[in-house]
């Protein structure tokens, strides 16, 4: 089951970055951080994932602690497309299975 | 680039029949996921395939079974529907081999009347 704690919601102003946190004290060492996203019953959407080192791509930008316990995703500048639930899932990476947790509804105010 | 594929993206159906979804994932992938996202929940993880083969089974009631077929497409199946199984059924793919993450298709949204 999950093993991911995050805050239920956030806000976040237009432009400006949006940090999501994520707890994960129990994860394994051979187990990823990914980060999905969900907008409005729409299918979940990839955005990251990471091991230890922090990570970046065109979305987001994912930072993981040294001690691996818990990370944060950042959205450098958020839009009003942003708004969505964000999830934090640990999974074993190309694993059969990941669970979602309760994620984060972040709302991007204009 | 090709996405998973969802059949039928929605569904009707009285209590106590059956119902059968369509999964067709991304080419050459060879993982299929199914998850269940009942109103205002999360998606919760049903059953997994890799190679055709059951690979994880998760909160799937007995009612429901599935498969992945020789050519990677997946099928659930849903008999003596309840109210209850009103959700929105989403199927994921990935390739273990290429090491990729899960991509998801648009989901089926059942409804039980």
């Known amino acids: 089951d999950a093993k991911t704690t995050q805050p239920p919601s956030m806000d976040c102003a237009e432009g400006r970055a949006a940090n999501l946190p994520c707890n994960h004290s129990?994860?394994?060492?051979?187990?990823?951080v990914y980060w999905y996203r969900q907008i409005h019953s729409q299918g979940p959407q990839y955005i990251i994932h990471?091991?230890?080192n922090n990570e970046t791509n065109e979305m987001a930008s994912l930072i993981i602690t040294e001690d691996r316990k818990s990370s944060t995703l950042i959205l450098p500048h958020a839009t009003l497309r942003d708004t969505a639930v964000y999830y934090c899932i640990v999974r074993v990476e190309a694993g059969n299975q990941f669970y979602f947790g309760t994620g984060t509804s972040l709302t991007v105010i204009p | 680039a090709a996405g998973v594929i969802q059949s039928p993206r929605h569904l009707i159906k009285e209590k106590r029949e059956t119902a059968t979804l369509k999964c067709y994932p991304i080419p050459r992938h060879d993982t299929v996921y199914w998850y269940q996202q009942g109103p205002g929940q999360d998606p919760q993880f049903l059953i997994s395939?890799?190679?055709?083969?059951?690979?994880d089974k998760g909160s799937i009631p007995d009612r429901f079974s599935a498969q992945q077929f020789s050519d990677y497409h997946s099928e659930l199946n849903m008999s003596s529907l309840e109210l209850g199984d009103s959700a929105l059924y989403f199927c994921a793919s990935s390739s273990r081999v290429q090491n990729t993450e899960a991509f998801f298709g648009q989901g089926t949204r059942l409804t039980v009347v």
């Open positions: 395939f890799y190679e055709k083969m059951q690979s």
């Open positions: 990471g091991l230890k």
């Open positions: 129990t994860i394994s060492g051979n187990e990823y």
